[in-house]
């Protein structure tokens, strides 16, 4: 059996990709008004959205414990496995990079736990490149390298209509800076370094989106890309970014996904948010 790849719920994986790529998701955890579950199979989106939209109900999200992924790690290297290589969202948005590698450190040199320094689809097409090199037979080491050099290769920009929620659950980093002003504007935020800083500030929600195309545009470099857009419940928002990029990118635009994303970054980010992930091929 090939090296198995695991990921996190956070990846945001397109549906149209089910059953294409042999991938394990562990799922966060969401805590809305008390009432726990897993993302994307007892909290949905939607239930988030309500939650926010409530103002007075409280939503949480937390890691999966060291023992899922230990006893995920287990199931796969015990179905015949070679190895594990298994890919998080950043470190220094969530614990869940720590769980695993608490996890990996029980079975020793079988399991490489690999921090993407994103999140969404940024995640995503890094689980996609180890998976498919674990396809093609590659070793431990390979599909490891792969997962790192794909997630080097990724710029994550996202649109949000307030700071609010990024604020309240701390992952805001550098951006608190300009919590006195940008209330009351629209900023576009991009991940750095595995934190979320923003890249620009804007008046209205159109503009932000157009912005929002130029910047995406601007990360793409000259070579082939691949491009994710996603949303919280605004799917003609999502599909009007695609179409503005896939335009301006031309030929050079290879696969394009429009995902609406779960439940975990949804408590973070709030309602309107929408984002583009530009996937360079190396």
Same mark, same amino acid.
């Given at each position: 059996?090939?090296?198995?790849?695991?990921?996190?719920?956070?990846?945001?994986?397109?549906?149209?990709?089910?059953?294409?790529?042999?991938?394990?998701?562990?799922?966060?955890?969401?805590?809305?008004?008390?009432?726990?579950?897993?993302?994307?199979?007892?909290?949905?989106?939607?239930?988030?959205?309500?939650?926010?939209?409530?103002?007075?109900?409280?939503?949480?999200?937390?890691?999966?414990?060291?023992?899922?992924?230990?006893?995920?790690?287990?199931?796969?290297?015990?179905?015949?496995?070679?190895?594990?290589?298994?890919?998080?969202?950043?470190?220094?948005?969530?614990?869940?990079?720590?769980?695993?590698?608490?996890?990996?450190?029980?079975?020793?040199?079988?399991?490489?736990?690999?921090?993407?320094?994103?999140?969404?689809?940024?995640?995503?097409?890094?689980?996609?490149? #180890?998976?498919?090199?674990?396809?093609?037979?590659?070793?431990?080491?390979?599909?490891?390298?792969?997962?790192?050099?794909? #997630?080097?290769?990724?710029?994550?920009?996202?649109?949000?209509?307030?700071?609010?929620?990024?604020?309240?659950?701390?992952?805001?980093?550098?951006?608190?800076?300009?919590?006195?002003?940008?209330?009351?504007?629209?900023?576009?935020?991009?991940?750095?370094?595995?934190?979320?800083?923003?890249?620009?500030?804007?008046?209205?929600?159109?503009?932000?989106?157009?912005?929002?195309?130029?910047? #995406?545009?601007?990360?793409?470099?000259?070579?082939?890309?691949?491009?994710?857009?996603?949303?919280?419940?605004?799917?003609?928002?999502?599909?009007?970014?695609?179409?503005?990029?896939?335009?301006?990118?031309?030929?050079?635009?290879?696969?394009?996904?429009?995902?609406?994303?779960?439940?975990?970054?949804?408590?973070?980010?709030?309602?309107?948010?929408?984002?583009?992930?530009?996937?360079?091929?190396?």
């Amino acid at each position: 059996m090939p090296v198995a790849v695991v990921t996190d719920s956070t990846a945001y994986l397109p549906a149209e990709l089910s059953g294409r790529y042999d991938l394990t998701v562990v799922p966060l955890t969401v805590v809305v008004n008390g009432h726990e579950g897993r993302e994307g199979l007892e909290i949905a989106p939607d239930d988030v959205a309500r939650a926010l939209a409530a103002r007075r109900v409280a939503v949480s999200t937390s890691r999966p414990a060291p023992e899922r992924f230990l006893a995920t790690y287990r199931e796969l290297l015990e179905s015949g496995a070679d190895g594990v290589v298994s890919v998080h969202l950043s470190g220094k948005l969530s614990g869940t990079y720590d769980a695993a590698c608490l996890a990996a450190a029980e079975l020793g040199p079988q399991v490489e736990v690999v921090d993407s320094g994103t999140t969404g689809m940024g995640l995503g097409f890094a689980a996609l490149a #180890a998976a498919t090199e674990a396809g093609h037979g590659r070793s431990l080491a390979e599909v490891r390298q792969a997962a790192d050099v794909h #997630a080097a290769h990724v710029s994550t920009l996202f649109y949000v209509d307030t700071l609010e929620f990024l604020r309240r659950g701390g992952r805001i980093g550098a951006a608190s800076a300009l919590l006195g002003t940008a209330l009351s504007v629209k900023p576009i935020l991009h991940v750095v370094d595995g934190t979320i800083v923003v890249r620009d500030k804007v008046r209205t929600a159109g503009r932000a989106l157009a912005r929002l195309v130029d910047l #995406a545009v601007e990360a793409s470099g000259t070579g082939d890309v691949d491009i994710a857009v996603h949303h919280l419940g605004a799917q003609d928002r999502a599909a009007a970014l695609a179409d503005a990029v896939s335009v301006r990118l031309g030929d050079r635009m290879q696969d394009c996904y429009v995902t609406e994303i779960g439940a975990v970054v949804a408590a973070h980010v709030g309602p309107g948010v929408a984002g583009v992930v530009v996937h360079r091929r190396p």
